[in-house]
């Protein structure tokens, strides 16, 4: 893969960076780097679109700074316009997943002007997720876990990583674990959490946004064992254009990597 090196916001970024045409920012989640787009990346370099596929801060081969404060949602959406900038890149389509479709959805919400359409793949609008009952909290226990500092981080790498073999992700422990052995890495990916989930965003009332103006596809598989779907199929309550929402059965959480024909033949047409 074409993979590239800018200093965003006085921050390093990897950058895979494929293809020509329309541009499609894609935004992968935890514990993930923008390699695991590769399926997508080939794809839609494949149907004339340019692929843009960051190391999220935190991630891969980008920089990871020290402190929960450097990983709240409107510096992360700082670093992925400041990529945009630097790619002479004014406006794409956001595709996201996990994490990546969270960063989507601010995106889509303080920058419009930056996204053409928006894919969720996963994740659905914040406002959607923190209103989707009981069951999606017992779904999110995780998250309450990973805000203690130390333990977190003892939970998720005892018995090496063993944490990660509950998700079920064929072919991506090695990568994961690789990248989250090393120093400061995995709390980088848990400051995720602890800077944009804290405790009590779990018994609040969810937060309330501008509704999203841009076109919006969902994307959700039955086999999800962290996200239900009414987070995902509520979103349409905040989205002012058009929403398409799409249920994968029989299908994980990692729907690009595990569901990726079925995922790319939904992007090639939302997109077009």
Do not use: C
């Not at 993930?32 to 149907?47: F, K, N, T, V, Y």
């Not at 989707?132 to 779904?139: I, K, L, T």
């Not at 994961?176 to 995995?186: H, I, M, S, Y």
């Not at 018994?203 to 919006?216: A, G, K, N, Q, S």
């Amino acid at each position: 893969m074409v993979s590239k090196s800018l200093s965003i916001n006085g921050l390093d970024f990897n950058v895979i960076d494929e293809g020509e045409g329309t541009p499609v920012v894609l935004l992968h989640g935890f514990p993930d780097r923008g390699e695991m787009w590769r399926a997508q990346i080939d794809a839609l370099s494949a149907a004339g679109y340019r692929a843009i596929a960051p190391d999220l801060r935190g991630f891969g081969d980008s920089a990871a700074p020290e402190g929960v404060e450097r990983y709240g949602m409107l510096d992360l959406l700082g670093d992925v316009t400041g990529i945009m900038d630097a790619l002479e890149v004014p406006k794409a389509h956001v595709v996201g997943h996990d994490w990546g479709a969270g960063l989507a959805w601010i995106a889509a919400t303080f920058a419009p002007e930056r996204v053409e359409k928006l894919v969720a793949v996963s994740v659905g609008h914040p406002t959607a997720f923190g209103s989707a009952g009981f069951e999606q909290r017992q779904r999110s226990w995780y998250m309450l876990a990973f805000q203690f500092v130390g333990i977190a981080e003892e939970l998720v790498s005892r018995e090496d990583f063993a944490f990660f073999t509950q998700w079920g992700e064929d072919g991506a422990f090695d990568r994961w674990r690789a990248d989250l052995t090393r120093p400061g890495r995995l709390t980088a990916g848990l400051n995720w959490y602890r800077a944009n989930v804290p405790p009590e965003s779990l018994i609040r009332p969810p937060m309330e946004l501008p509704p999203v103006t841009v076109p919006v596809m969902g994307v959700w598989s039955d086999q999800d064992g962290a996200l239900g779907e009414a987070q995902m199929a509520g979103s349409a309550k905040y989205v002012a254009g058009e929403f398409r929402f799409e249920r994968l059965d029989g299908v994980s959480h990692w729907i690009p990597t595990s569901a990726a024909d079925r995922l790319n033949a939904l992007l090639l047409d939302f997109l077009a």
